[in-house]
């Protein structure tokens, strides 16, 4: 559908003619996502830069019926904030208000802040934020809120919906629900902060969050341990959470994996031999958190091999060869990304086999497999596919239904998971998915294709 002539000058009129892009040259990098398997088209990006203006640029585009796909940092993996139907941009990064209450421990801030921004604003005022992930320098708060981002330390202080004490956000009927008061206790009716955090902007759009801080951890001890074994591996990942209450992190990966990091970013192994799976576990907190981990370790089965680090440098090296996975694995030509989490006691057995059923559907394919196996959910990366070549995510994806798994552990449905979200949510709840998508956008212009096909 070609924008209406009138249109364009109308979204000028609101947030300037600066902020409205439609040069192709400057539409590219809001069209195709960071792994380069999206690839949108569309002949407008717009930057508004308070909630005002997104009520407004919403309002416009629905008039028009033109429908809007919001985008942060475009680090989502999935195809959720790109335009791959050829949608209008609506682009969140100029939303970048910023209060932090040191008393409060809690922090409001624009949807378009990154990560990064909120962690070092928030221990400049001793605190921290619980949620950490390897694009936090790109990845903002309203995409985190969004997708419902988890990241690294989940295991510790749970997902972004864990820290969401209110929201802002414009809906797609143009109402507008704001609650930044970030009250801890509010216990009054429907949770819409909750609501909106995982909706992938198919309800509205969030323009604003309050999130809770947590104390800070001047202890800090990350281990990497090596193991005989995935299944040892998937084991020891369960079980360390009972075993020390510091433990801020689980992380997996296997020597294939672990090889291809060294090779691309030219790191020296962490071991004189190859192993075949890995944890990378860390601790953190104001005690003795050395001591607890070395308790917690010795319970563990299957441990060939540990490297210990407590100082600041060599703690970073460590973790770089679990957090380098992504763009090494991206050199490869653009992957596909599957997100997935299973049962504890299924994780082992779906470490051990998911490799040969992708070989079953598609033998071109290359398995890569590491994540977050403290919190029982695993990135499964196939490499040598065509972008639209579905065959081997589907036979993945039934292995984890099969299993009592789910299809997304972390990044969402997006749109490349469309096609599966029956498979693990049952006809109630996706028609109760229905049922809010049309009180909440009843246009169809919020994010249309995302998470549901369009009604
Ligand atoms: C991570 O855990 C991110 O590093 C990215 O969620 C996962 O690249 C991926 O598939
Ligand atoms: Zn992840």
Known sequence: VPLPGQLLAQLIDVVGATQVLTDPGQLASFTTDWSGRFVGHTDVVVR????????????????????????????????????????????????????????????????????????????EAGWAYGVDLGSRDSATVGGTVSTNAGGLRVLRYGDTRAQLLGLEAVLGTGDVVRN????????????????????????GFVT??????????????????????????ANAASLLRREAASLSAVEFFVSTGLELVCQVMGLAAPFAQSHPAYLLVEG???????????????????????AVATETPRRAELWRYREAHTEAINTLGAPHKL?????????????RTVGATVTESAPEAKTWLFGHAGDGSVHVNLTGLAPDDEAADDA????????????????????????????????????????LKRAFDPDGVCNPHVLMPPA
């Open 396 to 435: 993945v994806l039934t292995l984890v239904a099969e299993l009592g798994g789910s299809i997304s552990a972390e990044h969402g449905i997006g749109t490349a998971k469309v096609g599966w979200l029956a498979r693990t949510k049952a006809p109630g709840s996706l028609a109760a998915f229905a049922t």
């Open 180 to 203: 930044v008061s970030g009250l801890r206790r509010d216990n009054t009716g429907y949770q819409l902060a909750s609501l909106f955090c995982g909706a992938e902007g198919t309800l």
């Open 339 to 351: 997100d997935v989490a299973l049962p504890p006691e299924r994780l082992g057995e779906f470490l």
């Open 48 to 123: 508004p830069s308070n909630s005002d203006e997104v009520g407004a640029v919403l309002d416009l585009c629905r008039g028009a019926g033109v429908a809007l796909v919001p985008q942060g940092g475009n680090t989502g993996l999935v195809g959720g904030g790109v335009p791959m139907h050829g949608e209008a941009v609506l682009s969140l990064s100029r939303l970048g208000h910023f209060e932090l209450d040191a008393t409060a421990g809690q922090i409001t801030v624009g949807a378009g802040v990154t990560i990064g921004a909120v962690q070092r604003a928030a221990a």
């Open 284 to 306: 953190q907190g104001q005690g003795d958190v050395v001591g607890e981990l070395a308790g917690a370790l010795q319970a563990l089965a299957g441990v060939v091999d540990v």
């Open 208 to 233: 604003a969050a309050c999130l809770r801080l947590v104390a800070p951890s001047p202890e800090q001890v990350v281990a990497l341990v090596a193991f005989e074994g995935v299944i040892e591996a």
